[in-house]
T-cell receptor
Framework: DTGVSQNPRHKITKRGQNVTFRCDPISEHNRLYWYRQTLGQGPEFLTY????????KSRLLSDRFSAERPKGSFSTLEIQRTEQGDSAMYLC????????????????FGPGTRLTVL | SQQGEEDPQALSIQEGENATMNCSYKTSINNLQWYRQNSGRGLVHLIL?????REKHSGRLRVTLDTSKKSSSLLITASRAADTASYFCATPRSSTLGRLYFGRGTQLTVWP
């Protein structure tokens, strides 16, 4: 399967613990995005990378959240000192943006990591 | 904040009927996209329509875009039970093509 993969698929943790999620994008895609989705809502943007550079962060990304994409391939999203309000589905997506190419932005999503904070 | 809003929030139809969902957005866009999300699965990209296009087809899907009204519609013809899912419209902000803004979605249920 050459799609976007995310691990783990489910994570249950206690409040105050740290958690880390991993996303492996489609191999030739240079952009990688993180979104969060709560029940009954659409995905909300958190941050995105172009290669290894983090180009944009949402105000939703508090200082307890950190994302990295060290080699421009896979990415990790870490949440420190988790709170019950962090319970959500965390979605990763990737896309290919070519300089001078079409200026649209079709994103391919992974299955998500469902986080439950007790 | 969410850019797009889908209408209706929920839609229930019989197999074979057509389903129409609408999306309204607030600011100027470069393109508008529709995604589907099945229970337990990730978001799947269905179709993208650019701001200079008015209508686009893909299989049983037909999307229209009216930039003067800042609205789009998704029509699924001859619906099937497998079309049961949540449907979201998504728009990138023209100035920053990175992030997508999603609406809350339309939950479509197709009864056999």
């Amino acid at each position: 399967d050459t799609g976007v993969s995310q691990n783990p698929r489910h994570k249950i943790t206690k409040r105050g613990q740290n958690v880390t999620f991993r996303c492996d994008p489609i191999s030739e895609h240079n952009r990688l995005y993180w979104y969060r989705q709560t029940l009954g809502q659409g995905p909300e943007f958190l941050t995105y990378f172009q290669n290894e550079a983090q180009l944009e962060k949402s105000r939703l990304l508090s200082d307890r959240f950190s994302a990295e994409r060290p080699k421009g391939s896979f990415s990790t999203l870490e949440i420190q000192r988790t709170e019950q309000g962090d319970s959500a589905m965390y979605l990763c997506a990737s896309s290919l943006t070519v300089a001078g190419g079409p200026s649209y932005n079709e994103q391919f999503f992974g299955p998500g990591t469902r986080l439950t904070v007790l | 904040s969410q850019q797009g809003e889908e209408d209706p929030q929920a839609l229930s139809i019989q197999e074979g009927e057509n389903a129409t969902m609408n999306c309204s957005y607030k600011t100027s866009i470069n393109n508008l996209q529709w995604y589907r999300q099945n229970s337990g699965r990730g978001l799947v990209h269905l179709i993208l329509i650019r701001s200079n296009e008015r209508e686009k087809h893909s299989g049983r899907l037909r999307v229209t875009l009216d930039t003067s009204k800042k609205s789009s519609s998704l029509l699924i013809t001859a619906s099937r039970a497998a079309d049961t899912a949540s449907y979201f419209c998504a728009t990138p902000r023209s100035s920053t093509l990175g992030r997508l803004y999603f609406g809350r979605g339309t939950q479509l249920t197709v009864w056999p």
